[in-house]
């Protein structure tokens, strides 16, 4: 039985200031849609009677969340390791930085795409003109504060000059995060499966990024969904780079609770439409006994059992499955199997 988890999230917006195609949230619209406040002190105190300590602000842009500074109070109430996922553009506002900090904000993953001298492309793929000087402009005011911080980026590119720039123009920060962009699970899923690199590719593209990143003493994470088998063991720089990656499902794991601006349980933050148990019952939160039961025995357990899978039998007996890696996302097709370019 679960009756503890790990991360915590809240979708306080799916309203952003930018227009990236490629975002789990651009089917929503990027409606203008806000977590209900005075829900959100309770949302944290299930939270706490959970075991969880790290809670991770996401959107949409959180930033446009009106009330932002107390909610990440609430947070810090609660002794909550808080982490903001945003696209930096308000924190080129010194004021609203310090305002984050005031408030005890721990951490700030940015989004980025690239560089100064790729700016244009980063306000192509953000779809608004200006964005790069803001949210540059964003995480230097964010360092000057004292902030911790993660550079997140998504392999959109396929040109690694993109990818050292940006390691160069950051490297105060204290970690890259490179995300292998997914298809979401919406009516447009043909076109995020467009858009996403071959599993080979990407695999290339990381491996250049994850050298010149450690020659700079940038420490790169890769949260991939490919399988850890994937990687040959026998290369030193894979089976390095293999140590560090992130491969599992946190869905099957049943790791995190993401809760959605209208308080309903998302089985992952990155699948919008996947709501299960809805915590408001009669305008009241559900009890923590109540939680796990549904929780244990309803649609998220319902959800874990239809997703587990055992994608090749070669998976049985390693020693990673069900632990590290779950043979790829189970929510997307992956190259897996007898046929798959990587099978061994």
């Known amino acids: 039985m679960i009756d503890s988890l790990i991360s915590g999230f809240l979708v306080l917006t799916y309203d952003c200031n930018n227009r990236c195609k490629w975002c789990y949230a651009s089917p929503s ?8 406040f005075k829900k959100i002190e309770n949302y944290l105190k299930l939270m706490k009677s959970l075991g969880i300590k790290s809670l991770g602000l996401l959107g949409g842009e959180p930033t446009l969340y ?7 109070k609430l947070a810090k109430r609660y002794d909550f390791k808080v982490t903001l996922y945003t696209n930096g553009r308000k924190l080129s506002n010194e004021d609203f930085v310090k305002k984050l900090k005031k408030a005890g904000l721990d951490f700030i993953n940015f989004s980025v795409q690239s560089g100064s001298n790729y700016a244009e492309k980063h306000n192509k793929t953000v779809n608004f003109n200006g964005a790069w000087a803001e949210t540059k402009k964003g995480i230097e005011n964010a360092y000057k504060s004292g902030l911790k911080i993660n550079i997140q980026t998504v392999l959109t590119h396929s040109d690694i000059n993109i990818y050292k720039e940006l390691i160069d ?51 790169s994470y890769f949260f991939s969904r490919m399988p850890l088998c994937w990687w040959d063991d026998k290369d030193l720089l894979e089976k390095e780079i293999h140590k560090n990656i992130v491969s ?19 089985p992952c933050p990155q699948y919008i439409n996947l709501h299960s148990i809805n915590l408001i019952k009669n305008n009241k939160l559900i009890s923590k006994k109540e939680f796990i039961k549904s929780y244990n025995k309803g649609l998220p357990n319902e959800i874990r059992e239809k997703l587990k899978y055992v994608p ?33």
């Open 248 to 266: 599992h499902c946190h869905i099957i794991n049943g790791s995190i609770l993401a809760i959605d601006v209208n308080g309903k349980i998302l």
């Open 29 to 36: 619209g990027f409606k203008k849609r806000l977590m209900d």
């Open 66 to 72: 009106p009330n932002l500074f107390e909610v990440i």
């Open 312 to 344: 090749d039998k070669k998976c049985l007996n390693c020693e990673y499955f069900g632990k590290r890696c779950t043979g790829g996302c189970p929510l997307i097709k992956f190259e897996i199997g007898p046929y798959a370019p990587f099978s061994k």
């Open 169 to 219: 123009e950051f490297s105060y920060a204290n970690l890259f995060i490179y995300y292998r962009q997914i298809p979401a699970v919406t009516s447009n899923c043909k076109f995020f499966d467009k858009k996403v690199f071959p599993n080979r590719e990407t695999k290339e593209i990381y491996k250049k990024i994850y050298v010149y990143a450690k020659d700079k003493g940038v420490r």
